[in-house]
């Protein structure tokens, strides 16, 4: 069965541009979520989509969105991105189910912005 | 709330000697915990998780945890190490309860294995 994937591995942008950010979960996941990992402040949540939902929400501001489709894809947006936007863009996907539901995670998305 | 703390963001062992990386956690309901292991530049892969099935947790890679309530403790262990260990660990904790598929993460350990 084939992992889950992301779509760009790595990106640069320029402070105020947008930037989209996809991910394809494990074929029959229903659940994926997105984290940001960074040097200074580790890996931290950013959103769970379950069933097109946005179910779960970190302590993130409105820059940063998210959606999924029919077919469980998901896309992360960043509007206006930041300096400190520069992270390494983890996407994991599950079953969707509570509590011990693994998280798998795909090779992430390296978000550089000058 | 949850939290996971990781004591020692760096350490050393040799190879063939006993790795224990330590964690603890907080929460105010049962929890789930997890060790995650992550290679430069890759994702993050599953080692073994606590599901409240057994208190000693088996994983892969030779990697075991055992998680202890009263010291709200779920460190990570393996007898002998290899040079292919050599990556950074990390713990995590979701509840039963709420908004389980939310994984909290500790800081990271970076393990170095020398020759």
């Known amino acids: 069965k084939a992992g889950v994937t992301q779509t760009p591995r790595y990106l640069i942008k320029t402070r105020g541009q947008q930037v989209t950010l996809s991910c394809s979960p494990i074929?029959?996941?229903?659940?994926v979520s997105w984290y940001q990992q960074t040097p200074g402040q580790g890996l931290q949540f950013l959103f769970e989509?379950?069933?097109?939902?946005?179910?779960n929400k970190g302590n993130f501001p409105g820059r940063f969105s998210g959606r999924q489709f029919s077919n469980s894809r998901s896309e992360m947006n960043v509007s206006t991105l930041e300096l400190g936007d520069s992270a390494l863009y983890l996407c994991?996907?599950?079953?969707?189910?509570?509590?011990?539901?693994?998280?798998?995670f795909g090779p992430g998305t390296r978000l550089t912005v000058l | 709330a949850q939290s996971v703390t990781q004591l020692g963001s760096h350490v050393s062992v040799s190879e063939g000697a006993l790795v224990l990386l330590r964690c603890n956690y907080s929460?105010?309901?049962?929890?789930?915990l997890f060790w995650y292991v992550q290679y430069p530049n890759q994702g993050l892969q599953l080692l073994l998780k606590?599901?409240?099935?057994?208190?000693l947790v088996k994983g892969i890679n030779g990697f075991e945890a055992e998680f202890k309530k009263s010291e709200t403790s779920f460190h990570l262990t393996k007898p002998s190490a290899h040079m292919s260990d050599a990556a950074e660990y990390f713990c995590?904790?979701?509840?039963?309860?709420?908004?389980?598929?939310?994984?909290?993460f500790g800081s990271g350990t970076q393990l170095t294995v020398l020759p």
């Open positions: 994991a996907s599950s079953l969707g189910r509570a509590g011990a539901d693994t998280q798998y």
């Open positions: 074929s029959g996941h229903r659940s």
């Open positions: 989509y379950f069933s097109e939902t946005q179910r």
């Open positions: 929460s105010s309901v049962p929890p789930y």
């Open positions: 606590y599901t409240s099935a057994a208190t």
């Open positions: 995590a904790v979701s509840s039963a309860s709420g908004s389980a598929r939310q994984l909290t």
